[in-house]
Each structure stands twice: as C-alpha cells, then as structure tokens.
C-alpha cells in the first residue's frame, strides 16, 4: 500500500504549549446549577492527544494529535516550543496503532490496515512497521522486507508477508539505531528475530525461524522466552533459554479455558529474573522466576484476593531494571517497587491530591517524565514533570470541551442474580436526577472477556449528558474478577449472561433509580449481541435496543472461525452445541421483537464481520419490524473514523429522542 504523510513546522514559545494542546482547564470551575446539554461533538471527537512519549534524552515528545478527522504525528521541544508534525493520515484507509521513539532522532511508527483474502467476505486486520525522522522532514521506510534472504525456504509460499510486523521485542544495548523484532516472515506462526537498523533498515537474523507465535528478549537483547500455540489441543507452552547451559528448555504450560494463563511479561536486569503473570489463590498476581535455580522458582511480588493483576512492567533504563508495574483495577495505576520511586510516586501524589496520578513513561536517565492525572469527573489531564526542578508543565487536556461541571461521577453498585452470584457495575446518573426513577440505558461491554471500570468512557458520559442513568454491568464471564469468575462466560452467550443483564434492571427498579417502563440498552460488540438478545429473548423489558457492531447469528460467527489460527478457541468460546448456537441467535428470533431497533455496523470491521447486521436488516425489513440500519462505508470494528463517529453520536441522539424520550 502507499503512504502519504505531510510534514508542518511551527514555532512557539514555551509558554505558549499550554495554548497549543490545553485549553481552559478554569472552566471545570463552572459551578452552573442547570444541566448542560453538549452537542454530540464533545463526546464523540477524539481525545486530543494520544500515545505521548517521551525521549530518552527527556528533551523532546512525540504525541498523536487529533485534528478533526485527521491524525498527526506531533514532535515538540520543550525548552524552546518548537512544535513539529513530521507525519499525518485521514484515517481512511489506515490509522496509526502507535508510536515511540527508536531513539533522540528517529520515531517508530505502526499502522494497521484492513483488508480482505481468501476470497471471501471477511475482513483481517494487517500491520506494518515504518521509522521516520523525528525533529526534520524524512521519507518513510518500512523496516520489514517482504522477504528475508537469510531465511527464505524453498517450501515458502513466494508471495507470503507476515500479518504483522510491528512487533518490537526489545533494543541492542549500545547500538541506538538497532531494535529487536520478532516476525513470521516465511512460515506462518514461524517466527524469527531480527536485529533492524532503523536508519536504513538493514536486518540480521538474531534467533533463526522457529516454532513460536512471539519471543521475548531480556535487558541485554538475547531472545529468551519463545511462546508456542498449539490450536488442537488448546495448549500454549513456553520455552526458555537457560542462563546457565544455553540450551532450551521447555517449562510452563495451559490449556485455554481449562487452566488459568501464565504470562510472561519480560526480565529484570539480569536475565535469570522473569517476572510473569498466574494464578495466586483464585486471582491473577505478578510473580518473579529465578531461572538460576533448579525448577525456576517463583517468588509472589503482587496479589489482590479481590482482583487479577494484568498490565506491564516498568522499567528504569538508568538502573536498567524493573521498578514497578502499570496495571487497572478499575482505573489506570502505576504500583512502584523500588524504594526511590515509591517515593517519588508518594510526592506527586501529595502534590496532586485529587486526582489518580499515573506515570505514562521517564527518560532514560529518570529525571523527566510524563504524568497522566484524571479523577471521577476530569477524563484526562497530562503533564510533562521534571523532578530537579521540582515542575510539573500541563501539556494537554484530552477531551477540552468536558468540563467538570459536565461529567457525572460513577458509582460502583453490587447487586445479586437470580442464582445468588455476586455481581457489580458503574452507574451513572444524569445531573437532573432527583431520587425519582428515570429513564436508563442498561449499556453492557464488549468482549465479554472484558470489564467496565469507574473511568471516563465517551458513550456513558453522552447518554448521561442526555438525561439518562446508564449501568454498565460486569456480568458473569467478565474480566478482573479471577478465572473462575471469567470463564462463566465460555460457551455461555445468551444464557445466564443475558439473565445477568434482566436482573440488573430488576435491581435499578427495585433501588428506584429506573422507570421500568423506560428502559433501552445499548452495547457494541458482544453488548450489541446482548442488545439485540434483550430485544428477542426478553421482548417486554426494553422499550428499545441499540447494536453497534454487534452479533446476530451465532452459528454463522462460529462457521468463520476455521479461517483464523486459534480457531478451536474460538469455537469453544463461542459453543459447541449447535441447537444452542441457533436459539441463542437473535436474526432467528426476530419474529419476537416488539421494540425499535437501531443497527450501526463498519462495511471493513475485522473483528464482527458486516454480514452480522445485514443478515438482521434483511430480516427485520422481511418481518415488518421497527429498525433503522447504518452502514459505514469503510469503518472500522471500534469506529476509528472521525465522520463514522459522528453519523453513530448523532444517529443514537435520534433514535433515543423519538423512542426514549427523557421527560
């Protein structure tokens, strides 16, 4: 494919930052009685910058910053303001997953794509990797070849690239222009590591192809941990290269959704400590393997009997070692280990009391860093600190237009099943509430092995702003709460997962915070399946639905899996009971449906494919049902393009004004 990117330079003085990216964060003063409806714009733009980062010589950021309908990469000097845009893209045919910096000069950049194969319908999702100039005007260049003459086999298909190729898995130590990849460049699920300069892209093989879907490299850039897929048995399995004999070792081993995982996460300074993720009594926890010792024993460093533990570790590069971990139990955190900089957590705690304060990335040498802040009503504010001069420079406001005056603080709520499980969710109620029930939007998560939490999310805080309570409920199969708990969810959709969502709405009736007979849900994803669910298996509960994206043919879903490489995991997970598969379909249910319903659906989603929402189209047109269908030419799975967000924000706004109507 080809790539397109335009460079712009400005100037300006330090001061003037905080004009560029933050705008009147005084307004979250604004203590106005009367409720203020936004427009649909201020929840559906963008945040206004992403993915900062900072260089390792703590002189300069890099940053994706949002205008409109287009994304720029953004490079920016802070002791003169000199702020550059190396790269930009209309996010039409492409976005930008990420950026970092390769080193002080030269910025990493992916991007994903979509695309179509085999001669089907069905869309996958593609990666590459570029480098470009970070301070000055440079062409793009892909670091990944098509092919590699090192370790080109005759039985290699001639016209075979890897899927994806951004996988960085490390640097050289003392060569600053070299990174470490990992890629199936000849055999897919092969993969080989090579040494990549960033300038020229010229590679070397560092580890040969081999059986591995990735590889892990320690501090000082030999590849050590190779993870194995072996789709039959379900099974993923780890090798390690032993410090001691260099030789490699098979250790640790799972069955998807028999046994809990183990995840490795990367090596502290020296390569006989690995820090990885498993199970601790019912929850997953952070643990350190000494692969000195026989067995490779572990050591607990981190556990909540309450809540898995799931990020990625910190790393000072001045002590070249592990200091702490980034992980969510609810919201963002930044949990230190070594003694200095819990301290220095402790001191930007102290200074920024009423908010949650979490370090994003450091210099090399750790003086300089980036700080993420954000509390119940604030949905983001970032800060360049520098800890000699004891500063912190706010640099960005991510969403400018909601002010605290706007936002609603969620509420963590507990509520039981028909089957006694506990389960909790976030409740948002409109700022005119006044303890009388009202109209609510049940708004169930994706996945659905993944979880709501108490932070800012875009769609929550427009229907609030709109008038209505919004539930997210972390219904049963959900994320965070242990294996046990997340595993509920396997070959389960539509069942007791769906009666999760019902009880819910019994819960709010009966807490009078819902009027019963105003109630819509709303969900993308797995939520849009379990909107259109509501809609046929409950048709008197829901005076509406709303599926972005969402699935309405189960069996049909499952057919595709065979055309992805853990396709017996998917088809675990989605059920192998095939009358179930059917009754639990809602396009085979439609004949139920007594509510409006509203589809909106990407033509290139890669996840969820298209079909899912024209197959219910076509039948709720042929039974004569009440629905309104959204196509979105091009669009993405997560609704990346700015003028698909727009049609979606504004197409709800609609829909629920003349079918939910708030009194």
Same mark, same amino acid.
């Given at each position: 494919?080809?790539?397109?990117?335009?460079?712009?330079?400005?100037?300006?003085?330090?001061?003037?930052?905080?004009?560029?990216?933050?705008?009147?964060?005084?307004?979250?003063?604004?203590?106005?009685?009367?409720?203020?409806?936004?427009?649909?714009?201020?929840?559906?733009?963008?945040?206004?910058?992403?993915?900062?980062?900072?260089?390792?010589?703590?002189?300069?950021?890099?940053?994706?910053?949002?205008?409109?309908?287009?994304?720029?990469?953004?490079?920016?000097?802070?002791?003169?303001?000199?702020?550059?845009?190396?790269?930009?893209? !209309?996010?039409?045919?492409?976005?930008?997953?990420?950026?970092?910096?390769?080193?002080?000069?030269?910025?990493?950049?992916?991007?994903?794509?979509?695309?179509?194969?085999?001669?089907?319908?069905?869309?996958?999702?593609?990666?590459?990797?570029?480098?470009? !100039?970070?301070?000055?005007?440079?062409?793009?260049?892909?670091?990944?070849?098509?092919?590699?003459?090192?370790?080109?086999?005759?039985?290699?298909?001639?016209?075979?690239?890897?899927?994806?190729?951004?996988?960085?898995?490390?640097?050289?130590?003392?060569?600053?222009?070299?990174?470490?990849?990992?890629?199936?460049?000849?055999?897919?699920?092969?993969?080989?590591?090579?040494?990549?300069?960033?300038?020229?892209?010229?590679?070397?093989?560092?580890?040969?192809?081999?059986?591995?879907?990735?590889?892990?490299?320690?501090?000082?850039?030999?590849?050590?941990?190779?993870?194995?897929?072996?789709?039959?048995?379900?099974?993923?399995?780890?090798?390690?290269?032993?410090?001691?004999?260099?030789?490699?070792?098979?250790?640790?081993? *799972?069955?998807?959704?028999?046994?809990?995982?183990?995840?490795?996460?990367?090596?502290?300074?020296?390569?006989?400590?690995?820090?990885?993720?498993?199970?601790?009594?019912?929850?997953?926890?952070?643990?350190?393997?000494?692969?000195?010792?026989?067995?490779?024993?572990?050591?607990?460093?981190?556990?909540?009997?309450?809540? !898995?533990?799931?990020?990625?570790?910190?790393?000072?590069?001045?002590?070249?070692?592990?200091?702490?971990?980034?992980?969510?139990?609810?919201?963002?955190?930044?949990?230190?280990?070594?003694?200095?900089?819990?301290?220095?957590?402790?001191?930007? !705690?102290?200074?920024?009391?009423?908010?949650?304060?979490?370090?994003?990335?450091?210099?090399?040498?750790?003086?300089?860093?980036?700080?993420?802040?954000?509390?119940?009503?604030?949905?983001?504010?970032?800060?360049?600190?520098?800890?000699?001069?004891?500063?912190?420079?706010?640099?960005?406001?991510?969403?400018?237009?909601?002010?605290?005056?706007?936002?609603?603080?969620?509420?963590?709520?507990?509520?039981?099943?028909?089957?006694?499980?506990?389960?909790?969710?976030?409740?948002?109620?409109?700022?005119?509430?006044?303890?009388?029930?009202?109209?609510?939007?049940?708004?169930?998560?994706?996945?659905?092995?993944?979880?709501?939490?108490?932070?800012?999310?875009?769609?929550?805080?427009?229907?609030?702003?709109?008038?209505?309570?919004?539930?997210?409920?972390?219904?049963?199969?959900?994320?965070?709460?242990?294996?046990?708990?997340?595993?509920?969810?396997?070959?389960?959709?539509?069942?007791?997962?769906?009666?999760?969502?019902?009880?819910?709405?019994?819960?709010?009736?009966?807490?009078?915070?819902?009027?019963?007979?105003?109630?819509?849900?709303?969900?993308?994803?797995?939520?849009?399946?379990?909107?259109?669910?509501?809609?046929?298996?409950?048709?008197?509960?829901?005076?509406?639905?709303?599926?972005?994206?969402?699935?309405?043919?189960?069996?049909?879903?499952?057919?595709?899996?065979?055309?992805?490489?853990?396709?017996?995991?998917?088809?675990?997970?989605?059920?192998?009971?095939?009358?179930?598969?059917?009754?639990?379909?809602?396009?085979?249910?439609?004949?139920?449906?007594?509510?409006?319903?509203?589809?909106?659906?990407?033509?290139?989603?890669?996840?969820?494919?298209?079909?899912?929402?024209?197959?219910?189209?076509?039948?709720?047109?042929?039974?004569?049902?009440? *629905?309104?269908?959204?196509?979105?030419?091009?669009?993405?799975?997560?609704?990346?393009?700015?003028?698909?967000?727009?049609?979606?924000?504004?197409?709800?706004?609609?829909?629920?004004?003349? *079918?939910?109507?708030?009194?």
């Amino acid at each position: 494919m080809t790539i397109q990117f335009a460079a712009l330079r400005l100037l300006v003085t330090p001061a003037a930052i905080i004009a560029i990216l933050l705008t009147a964060m005084a307004a979250s003063a604004n203590t106005e009685e009367k409720p203020q409806q936004l427009p649909a714009e201020a929840f559906y733009q963008l945040p206004l910058v992403t993915n900062i980062r900072l260089s390792p010589d703590g002189t300069h950021i890099i940053a994706l910053k949002n205008f409109g309908a287009e994304t720029a990469v953004m490079t920016m000097n802070m002791a003169t303001g000199e702020v550059f845009y190396p790269a930009k893209t !209309d996010n039409k045919k492409f976005k930008i997953r990420w950026i970092d910096w390769a080193n002080n000069d030269r910025i990493l950049l992916s991007i994903l794509f979509a695309e179509g194969e085999f001669g089907i319908s069905l869309k996958f999702t593609y990666t590459r990797l570029l480098a470009m !100039d970070a301070k000055k005007t440079s062409s793009m260049l892909n670091l990944v070849k098509p092919k590699s003459p090192a370790s080109f086999t005759e039985s290699t298909s001639a016209d075979y690239a890897s899927q994806y190729q951004d996988n960085v898995i490390g640097k050289v130590p003392n060569e600053p222009n070299n990174i470490l990849i990992s890629v199936d460049n000849n055999v897919p699920q092969h993969q080989t590591v090579y040494k990549v300069d960033v300038t020229n892209a010229h590679t070397s093989t560092v580890k040969k192809e081999d059986i591995a879907q990735s590889w892990i490299a320690d501090r000082q850039g030999v590849p050590r941990i190779g993870e194995i897929y072996d789709d039959k048995e379900k099974k993923v399995s780890y090798k390690v290269l032993d410090p001691t004999t260099n030789k490699w070792i098979k250790v640790w081993s *799972y069955i998807v959704f028999e046994n809990p995982s183990i995840t490795p996460l990367g090596f502290g300074k020296d390569a006989t400590e690995l820090y990885l993720l498993a199970d601790h009594e019912g929850t997953q926890a952070l643990y350190k393997a000494d692969l000195s010792k026989e067995g490779y024993p572990w050591t607990l460093i981190l556990s909540n009997p309450n809540r !898995d533990i799931n990020g990625r570790l910190i790393y000072s590069d001045k002590l070249n070692d592990v200091v702490g971990i980034y992980y969510n139990d609810g919201e963002d955190k930044s949990v230190f280990f070594n003694e200095e900089f819990k301290k220095f957590q402790a001191g930007i !705690d102290k200074a920024l009391p009423s908010t949650t304060n979490y370090i994003s990335n450091m210099s090399d040498d750790g003086r300089k860093y980036i700080l993420y802040t954000t509390n119940d009503t604030t949905p983001g504010v970032i800060y360049f600190g520098d800890r000699d001069t004891k500063q912190l420079l706010p640099i960005a406001t991510l969403y400018p237009q909601l002010a605290a005056d706007v936002l609603v603080k969620k509420e963590f709520l507990t509520y039981k099943a028909r089957d006694e499980l506990e389960l909790g969710g976030f409740l948002t109620k409109p700022k005119s509430f006044k303890d009388k029930p009202v109209a609510t939007i049940i708004f169930p998560h994706g996945g659905p092995m993944a979880e709501d939490g108490s932070g800012f999310d875009e769609f929550s805080a427009f229907f609030a702003n709109r008038g209505y309570a919004v539930f997210q409920p972390n219904f049963r199969g959900s994320s965070g709460r242990g294996f046990e708990f997340e595993m509920k969810a396997v070959g389960a959709f539509g069942l007791a997962m769906q009666d999760d969502l019902e009880d819910a709405v019994k819960f709010l009736v009966d807490k009078k915070i819902t009027d019963p007979k105003r109630v819509c849900i709303v969900g993308g994803s797995y939520g849009g399946y379990a909107a259109l669910m509501g809609a046929t298996k409950t048709p008197d509960l829901f005076q509406c639905a709303i599926s972005l994206a969402g699935i309405s043919d189960m069996k049909k879903l499952r057919e595709n899996a065979h055309y992805f490489v853990n396709k017996n995991v998917m088809k675990e997970q989605l059920g192998n009971d095939t009358d179930q598969l059917k009754k639990t379909s809602p396009v085979r249910m439609v004949d139920k449906i007594k509510i409006p319903i509203l589809l909106i659906h990407g033509s290139d989603d890669a996840i969820v494919p298209v079909e899912q929402s024209r197959m219910m189209a076509d039948e709720l047109k042929d039974q004569k049902k009440t *629905y309104e269908y959204i196509e979105l030419k091009n669009g993405s799975h997560h609704f990346d393009y700015l003028p698909h967000r727009k049609q979606t924000f504004e197409a709800m706004d609609a829909f629920l004004k003349k *079918y939910l109507p708030v009194e």
